[in-house]
């Protein structure tokens, strides 16, 4: 037997045959997350239904020396759940329930496969929701938001999910189960929580999640507003945010995203615009009242075409379904897209938008843009057709040039998907070799054997247990030897 | 660069120094921990000095590295809301006009450095988060000289692991901060604390009531003296119709009224020298932690469940360290002992029990294998 035929048999002995799935077949069903050309079957798929099966699979996998990758929903965008080919997959798919709703506590505890939107949906009924909301929520799990420390649309004012996650109890590298943080804030030692999430799956497998509640706004007001180019509709989101206003998103779309929001889900954004902005405030009804005008006086001065106002939540969701659907409309109007992700520093947008189109053009590619503008997060759809010669490797190039800004402006290769598979190689241009030297440590610390997700987030994986380097008394400075 | 002999001041919670070095860059801090790291030099950092006596004294110590010349703002993006700041900079002397970093700082003098280390934090951190939350981006000189970099200039960013949060509170133990970038938040034009004095008993339907009322605080706060009543005091900030508007409704709610900051909000209760500690508890227990500390008395932030405890006399201290820690883990929560006289210090367990020790040893050994940083000084003897 192989050493993975052996695994299986160990694990299906300790869990239960129902447990592993290794029919050719069915493994190929595990292929990829939801960065779709980036494939592999993984070697053995397991299912536990309890933190205890999590940690005896990880425990089987360190003793075999098979390397392992957890998997929640696989709606990841950066291909962080990239199975191994003669490793393990572990699927929280079977981890489902939501232990407790305390509003009293403003806490929820959940398995690690709850799905976002259930979190908020069982809150909800208290008057509390869960706050991080990203474009997937509807599919995407709790312990996937965890590993990539999902943000959203609302992240603006309301921060991501490493700021609403209290504690978690996780399987280590090692197959131990160990408690990070609690339901009490500022749990004493380091914050390895806090390290822990955005880690990716390299740091181990979370199989329970201790989630802040948030409570639910008195008043949501919400404003589409049509401007003739992007350049206007960031000078206008430029003045929010000068004039001291924090609201729960501002989102952009530019004129081929919209073009395809349209021919997709028939959102009826005003037609012809160049641009539109969502901008939604939320909070007590007297404060939103009074930054709502100032907003809309804003977009207003800042050259507006058309302003529409939600009138009742059917019309915020309307608004808002261009917006959500726009990365699958772009199927519409395109065979294939990519679909980048990077971070400017906001007063920055108007500059790389044109940078970008003059990439694009050159490159004789469209890029349909969409973005999180409050926060400079851009989500570039790079359009192309895989069936013509070259173009898929142009779209690429611009898609890399797009980083290459990113990191030019000052910001960053993924303000939301993740590192993952898909930009492991971008990270040496944002950060320098003794940067990812120092993060690894930490890798080391929690899994020195590198099973956990090997290959991820970094290009190039530090060997741990290595004797560091000792300087010899020739490195002192003299004026270190006088007292 | 030069390193001075040390002074009969330079001590570290009883423990002297031989040499201090105070860098006024990253390179040049580089460059003394480099130099420390070869003659295996024990090494404390030092910021403004207001926390110095926190945690237990270290194993040994040869080095202070003092911040005090690695000052100043090195940028304020005000249109993209962030802040880069060397770590030996007051928070008391940031001002970025209609901008601010929500960061409350407890004691006077105290460093970013320093308060990012120790992780303080302050009323507001109810609306605003604590330094994890707010600090976007993190350079730091390893106990080796490396130095590294984490996070970056935009809030939106998950490109790595995050070492910010992992130094965020990390007490000096990890390495030398140099420098934080920060998010910003515009400062709010209108601001308004209602408050109200109550029986211990009435406090939970006070703060339950509050917490029903969609307003949004900034700060919900209690205040008990020894054997006192409780005050209840409640900060909203905002557009002036808006506070005008919540602060309406929480004077109904509270059946409180309007005024002017209490003078005991933000301040810690204890006095130099005194035994002070930091009490946690899940929300819905703050009344019971509250209630159960008549003898001590008790303050802090009932909003999120993160409160202070003083204890004036010595000799009580370690009976009643081990009562409120034992409230606080009933509450769900945790007691530390901050700050504490020498005896007091060694007669009870300061950080009280800490989960993922076995972690956070890896990760010490990871970052400091020589052990040459705060040796001792944190949880578990790290």
Not at chain 1, 75 to 94: F, N, Q, Y
Not at chain 1, 179 to 189: H, Q
Not at chain 1, 383 to 395: T, Y
Not at chain 2, 308 to 328: H, Q, T
Request: glycine share 12%; proline share 6%; aromatic share 4%.
């Amino acid at each position: 037997m192989t050493s993975l035929e052996e695994l299986a048999a160990a694990l299906r002995a300790a869990l239960g045959a129902d447990r592993v799935v290794s029919d050719r077949l069915e493994l190929r069903t595990y292929e990829c997350d939801g960065l779709a050309h980036y494939k592999v079957t993984p070697g053995l798929v397991v299912l536990p239904r309890d933190a205890a099966e999590c940690a005896r699979t990880v425990s089987e996998c360190v003793a075999a020396g098979v390397p392992f990758v957890a998997r929640g929903s696989g709606t990841g965008l950066s291909g962080g759940a990239l199975p191994h080919a003669d490793g393990v997959l572990i699927v929280t798919a079977k981890m489902r329930d939501i232990l407790e709703v305390s509003p009293a506590d403003e806490r929820a505890v959940v398995q690690p496969g709850v799905i976002n939107l259930q979190v908020t949906r069982a809150a909800s009924p208290h008057g509390y929701y869960y706050a991080p909301d990203p474009s997937s929520q509807q599919i995407c799990s709790i312990g996937g938001n965890v590993a990539e420390n999902s943000g959203g649309a609302h992240c603006l004012k309301y921060g991501f999910t490493t700021n609403h996650v209290l504690g978690a109890e996780i399987v280590t590298p090692d197959g131990d189960l160990v408690e990070l943080g609690g339901r009490a804030p500022d749990t004493p030692g380091y914050d390895l929580l806090g390290a822990f999430v955005g880690s990716e799956g390299t740091l181990g497998i979370a199989t329970r999640v201790t989630v802040r509640l948030t409570r639910l706004p008195e008043s949501v007001r919400t404003l589409l507003a049509a401007f003739a180019t992007t350049d206007a509709a960031g000078a206008a989101t430029s003045a929010i945010i000068a004039a001291g206003v924090v609201p729960a998103a501002i989102e952009m779309m530019d004129a081929l995203a919209i073009e395809a929001a349209e021919a997709a889900v028939a959102c009826g954004y005003p037609p012809g615009a160049g641009a539109v902005l969502i901008v939604e405030l939320d909070g007590p009804a007297a404060e939103v009242a009074a930054q709502f005008a100032q907003v809309t006086a804003l977009c207003e001065a800042n050259g507006a075409t058309e302003l529409r106002i939600a009138a009742d939540d059917a019309e915020r969701a309307l608004f808002w379904k261009g917006r959500k659907s726009a990365f699958a409309a772009v199927g519409r109007i395109s065979p294939d897209y990519i679909v980048q992700d990077g971070v400017i520093p906001r007063t920055a947008l108007p500059e790389v938008l044109h940078r970008i189109g003059e990439v694009a053009s050159a490159h004789g590619v469209r890029v349909a843009n969409v973005f999180h503008a409050g926060d400079g997060n851009l989500h570039p759809l790079v359009l192309f057709d895989g069936a013509a010669d070259g173009e898929a490797e142009r779209a690429e190039e611009v898609s890399g040039a797009i980083i290459d800004l990113c990191i030019e402006y000052g910001g960053s290769i993924t303000g939301e998907h993740g590192v993952g598979t898909d930009k492991a190689k971008y990270m040496p241009r944002m950060f320098s070799d003794d940067d990812l030297t120092t993060m690894q440590l930490l890798r080391c610390a929690f899994d020195p054997a590198g099973l956990a997700n090997p290959g991820k987030i970094f290009p190039t994986p530090r060997l741990c247990g290595e004797v560091p380097r000792r300087h010899s008394a020739a490195d002192a400075p003299a004026g270190a030897e006088i007292f | 660069m030069d390193w001075e002999p040390a002074t009969a001041d330079d001590q570290v919670a009883g423990v002297p120094a031989r040499f201090v070095a105070a860098p006024a860059s990253t390179a040049e801090a580089a460059e003394v921990l480099r130099a420390a790291a070869a003659q295996d030099l024990a090494v404390v950092v030092r910021g403004g000095g207001t926390k110095l006596d926190w945690g237990m004294p270290p194993r040994r110590l040869d080095l202070i590295v003092d911040t005090h010349r690695l000052t100043g703002v090195v940028e304020h993006a005000a249109g993209d809301l962030i802040t880069v700041v060397r770590a030996g900079t007051p928070l008391s002397e940031l001002d970025f006009g209609s901008q601010q970093l929500a960061l409350d700082s407890p004691l006077p003098g105290a460093t970013i450095g320093g308060s990012v280390a120790a992780n303080v934090s302050g009323p507001r951190r109810m609306l605003y988060g604590t330094a994890r939350d707010l600090l976007i981006g993190i350079t730091v000189v390893r106990p080796d000289g490396t130095v590294a970099r984490s996070g970056g200039k935009v809030v939106k960013n998950v490109a790595g692991y995050d070492l910010g949060k992992l130094f965020t509170g990390s007490h000096g133990t990890l390495g030398l901060i140099t420098e934080c970038a920060f998010r910003l938040h515009p400062v709010p034009p209108a601001r308004a604390v209602v408050t109200r004095t109550v029986p211990a008993a009435g406090v939970g339907a006070l703060l339950t009531a509050v917490r029903e009322e969609q307003v949004v605080p900034s700060a919900v706060e209690v205040d008990r003296p020894p054997g006192g009543e409780v005050t209840v005091a409640v900060l909203v900030e905002g557009t002036a119709e808006g506070v005008r508007d919540r602060a309406a409704r929480l004077e109904k709610v509270l059946g409180g009224h309007s005024g002017d900051l209490p003078s005991w909000w933000g301040a810690y209760p204890w006095q130099p020298g005194g035994t002070g500690l930091k009490l946690t508890a899940a929300l819905s227990k703050v009344p019971d932690l509250v209630g159960a500390a008549a003898e001590t008395g008790i303050r802090g932030s009932a909003g999120t469940g993160v409160l202070y405890a003083s204890v004036a006399s010595s000799e009580d201290a370690p009976r009643l360290v081990e009562r409120l820690r034992a409230e606080a883990v009933r509450a769900g929560g945790h007691a530390v002992v901050l700050t504490a006289p020498a005896e007091v210090r060694e007669a009870v367990d300061v950080w009280g029990p800490v989960p993922g020790l076995e972690l956070m040893r890896r990760v010490k050994d990871q970052f400091d294998p020589g052990h040459h940083f705060a040796p001792g000084r944190f949880v578990g003897g790290i």
